[in-house]
C-alpha cells in the first residue's frame, strides 16, 4: 500500500460546480497534513494545511479523518483558474522532516 | 518572486559531464532541501540541510552531490548522471527541518542525454 494515495483523475467539472478530492495515507502515527497545488511545469504551492476539526479558507475546506485515515479537499464554485494538480502531503512524526507526498489529482476547469 | 531562486530553469547534459544546480533562499529559514520530481512519480526527498548540516540522505546515488555554503544558498552538483536521472529537481526551505510547510523554487528541468 502507497504511503499516500490519491485518485490521479483527471477530474472535468465545468466552471462553477462543486469537486471533491479524497487522500487516504497509511501511517496512523501521521501528526501534520497539508494539500498543495501544482500548476503544469511549475513549483508546488502551499494551499492549505489541514486541521483536525476541519479549516475552510474561501471556496475550499479541507477536512482530516484519522480514524479512517483520510483527507478531503472540497472546492465549491470551481474556477478556471482552479485547473492544476493537488497534491496531499502527510508528516509522521520520528523527528526531522517526513513529508510525503501524493502522486497529486489533476483538475481541469472547463467552461 | 517565490522567496527560493533555482538557477538554471533548465539544463541538458550528456552523461559525461559535471554540472552544478544552485538555490537561493531570502526567507530567513534554517532547513533546505532537494526534491526530485519524475513524470506521474511522488516528490522524493534527496536531501535535508538544517542549519548548513545535512540531516538526511535518502539513499541518493554518490553521482548527486549536495553542498550547503550557509542557510540561505544551496548547490546539488551532478556527475556522470543516466538518462533515468531526468526529472525536475525542487529545491525548498521551511523555518526548521520538521514537519513544517516547504516553500518550493520554480526547479531545475534536467535532461540527460
Known amino acids: 500500500r502507497k504511503e499516500v494515495e490519491q485518485d490521479p483523475g483527471p477530474f472535468n467539472v465545468p466552471e462553477g460546480a462543486t469537486v471533491a478530492f479524497n487522500c487516504t495515507y497509511s501511517n496512523s502515527a501521521s501528526q501534520s497534513f497539508f494539500w498543495y497545488r501544482q500548476d503544469c511545469r511549475k513549483e508546488p504551492k502551499l494551499l492549505m494545511s489541514v486541521y483536525s476539526s476541519g479549516n475552510e479558507d474561501g471556496r475550499f475546506t479541507a477536512q482530516l479523518n484519522r480514524a479512517s485515515q483520510y483527507i478531503s479537499l472540497l472546492i465549491r464554485d470551481s474556477k478556471l483558474s482552479d485547473s492544476a494538480t493537488y497534491l496531499c502531503v502527510v508528516g509522521s512524526t520520528g523527528g526531522g522532516n517526513k513529508l510525503t507526498f501524493g502522486t497529486g489529482t489533476q483538475l481541469k476547469v472547463e467552461l | 518572486e517565490t522567496g527560493v531562486t533555482q538557477t538554471p530553469r533548465h539544463l541538458v547534459m550528456g552523461m559525461t559531464n559535471k554540472k552544478s544546480l544552485k538555490c537561493e533562499q531570502h526567507?530567513?529559514?534554517?532547513?533546505m532541501y532537494w526534491y526530485k520530481q519524475s513524470a506521474k512519480k511522488p516528490l522524493e526527498l534527496m536531501f535535508v540541510?538544517?542549519?548548513?548540516?545535512?540531516?538526511e540522505n535518502n539513499s541518493v546515488p554518490s553521482r548527486f552531490s549536495p553542498e550547503c555554503p550557509n542557510s540561505s544558498h544551496l548547490f546539488l552538483h551532478l556527475h556522470t548522471l543516466q538518462p533515468e536521472d531526468s526529472a525536475l529537481y525542487l529545491c525548498a526551505s521551511s523555518p526548521k527541518s520538521d514537519n513544517s510547510p516547504l516553500h518550493f523554487g520554480n526547479g531545475t528541468r534536467l535532461t540527460v542525454t
Open positions: 540541510y538544517s542549519l548548513e548540516e545535512r540531516v
Open positions: 526567507l530567513g529559514h534554517n532547513a
